[in-house]
């Protein structure tokens, strides 16, 4: 079954830890991205990779970080320098086969006790 | 950065009225993109739009990219209950390096 899967879909933190969200694709896109929701807001784009083993800052990513190490999984890390990190990721592909698309994985609510 | 403009921030319909929002920005974009969420889940893509003025249906829903290249619609016809969610869009800006920018978003709401 072809797609984008996020794991786990809830997941529960405690201050001062580290966190590895996971995203994983069979889709056989380049681009992968990594997205925060909060309540009230737009998108807002945390880290991109148009390739393996490179990847680039997005607006707000100060306190996370990611890896590229297979074209299938794209992970990001929530450090505990993140000042508020509870909220929902969101992965997404990138393709251009057919114009410039992205596609959503179901997410993950990451919640900080 | 760049900012997209939704609106309405929601809407509350009888089922079986039609429905229309739109999102306007001060810059041009080259792709504009529609989105439904449900609550808890990923968006999931309705419509994709490349060109200046094309106009895209999928089903009941149908959206336009803008001749300005500033904006775009999204429409519903003949509202059903499961059409209850968040719509978004998204677009990205000419000169962008494969980022996108997105709207706030349209809750939708339909009385059965």
């Known amino acids: 079954d072809g797609g984008i899967t996020q794991s786990p879909k809830y997941l529960f933190r405690k201050e001062g830890q580290n966190v590895t969200l996971s995203c994983e694709q069979n889709l056989n896109h380049d681009a992968m991205y990594w997205y925060r929701q909060d309540p009230g807001q737009g998108l807002r784009l945390i880290y991109y990779s148009q390739i393996v083993n490179d990847f680039q800052k997005g607006d707000i990513a100060e306190g996370y970080s990611v890896s590229r190490e297979k074209k299938e999984s794209f992970p990001l890390t929530v450090t505990s320098a993140q000042k508020n990190p509870t909220a929902f990721y969101l992965c997404?592909?990138?393709?251009?086969?057919?114009?410039?698309?992205?596609?959503f994985g179901p997410g993950t609510r990451l919640t900080v006790l | 950065g760049q900012q997209l403009n939704q609106s309405p921030q929601s809407m509350f319909i009888q089922e079986g009225e039609d429905v229309s929002m739109n999102c306007t920005s001060s810059s041009i974009f080259n792709t504009w993109l529609w989105y439904k969420q449900d609550p808890g889940e990923g968006p999931v893509l309705l419509i994709a739009l490349y060109k200046a003025g094309e106009l895209t249906s999928n089903g009941r829903l149908t959206a336009q990219f803008g001749i300005t290249r500033k904006d775009s619609f999204l429409n519903i016809s003949a509202s059903i209950p499961s059409d209850v969610g968040i719509y978004f869009c998204a677009g990205r800006p000419r000169g962008s390096n494969y980022k996108l920018t997105f709207g706030k978003g349209t809750l939708l709401t339909v009385n059965p």
């Open positions: 997404a592909t990138r393709t251009d086969l057919v114009g410039d698309t992205q596609y």
